[in-house]
T-cell receptor, first 113, second 109 residues
Framework: DAGVTQSPTHLIKTRGQHVTLRCSPISGHKSVSWYQQVLGQGPQFIFQYYEKEERGRGNFPDRFSARQFPNYSSELNVNALLLGDSALYLC????????????FGPGTRLLVL | DAKTTQPPSMDCAEGRAANLPCNHSTISGNEYVYWYRQIHSQGPQYIIHGLKNNETNEMASLIITEDRKSSTLILPHATLRDTAVYYCINNNAGNMLTFGGGTRLMVKP
């Protein structure tokens, strides 16, 4: 079975631009979470979506937004990119919103110049 | 902030058991202890979790002290492919994993 997939794998943007990252969960999983991992640190929670509704939000500015589609795939959008947004963005899927057993994708590495 | 404390790094000889400690002195009664690991340049991987009983699966064993203030993840026969950062996480909400700095385990030949 396919695991969590993310696209693109790598991305280079300049300050002020907008970026959209995509995630497809494991088949049958209805919950998707997004994490940001800055170099040298552990992942930081950004959002969780379940059944197309936001179920949790971390301490990130409003420039970060996300949505989940009827097929449970998800997009993370970041507006007005800053240099500090350079990071590995990880998507994780789980069966439901109340499950801490999450399965992570390989991530999208974003570099903001 | 993470609610767990782990040593920043550990070494282990290949083929020997790797015992990774975690302190979670403020854990509440309904919080589980979860362990994940992250191999270089990959996403985190779920290993095991438990509430108060010891647990074992095909990857590892989890020993939780009776007072639940600490736990130990045991990799019984470490291989070079077990070199990774190991994260111990307390969780009861399900929707948000709070990662700390983790323990960087280096398995050496």
């Amino acid at each position: 079975d396919a695991g969590v997939t993310q696209s693109p794998t790598h991305l280079i943007k300049t300050r002020g631009q907008h970026v959209t990252l995509r995630c497809s969960p494991i088949s049958g999983h209805k919950s998707v979470s997004w994490y940001q991992q800055v170099l040298g640190q552990g992942p930081q929670f950004i959002f969780q979506y379940y059944e197309k509704e936001e179920r949790g939000r971390g301490n990130f500015p409003d420039r970060f937004s996300a949505r989940q589609f009827p097929n449970y795939s998800s997009e993370l959008n970041v507006n007005a990119l800053l240099l500090g947004d350079s990071a590995l963005y990880l998507c994780a899927s789980s069966l439901s919103s109340g499950r801490a057993t999450q399965y992570f994708g390989p991530g999208t590495r974003l570099l903001v110049l | 902030d993470a609610k767990t404390t782990q040593p920043p790094s550990m070494d282990c000889a290949e083929g020997r058991a790797a015992n990774l400690p975690c302190n979670h002195s403020t854990i509440s009664g309904n919080e589980y202890v979860y362990w994940y690991r992250q191999i270089h340049s990959q996403g985190p991987q779920y290993i095991i979790h438990g509430l108060k009983n010891n647990e074992t699966n095909e990857m590892a064993s989890l020993i939780i002290t009776e007072d639940r203030k600490s736990s130990t993840l045991i990799l019984p026969h470490a291989t070079l492919r077990d070199t990774a950062v190991y994260y111990c996480i307390n969780n009861n909400a399900g929707n948000m994993l709070t990662f700390g700095g983790g323990t960087r385990l280096m398995v050496k030949p």
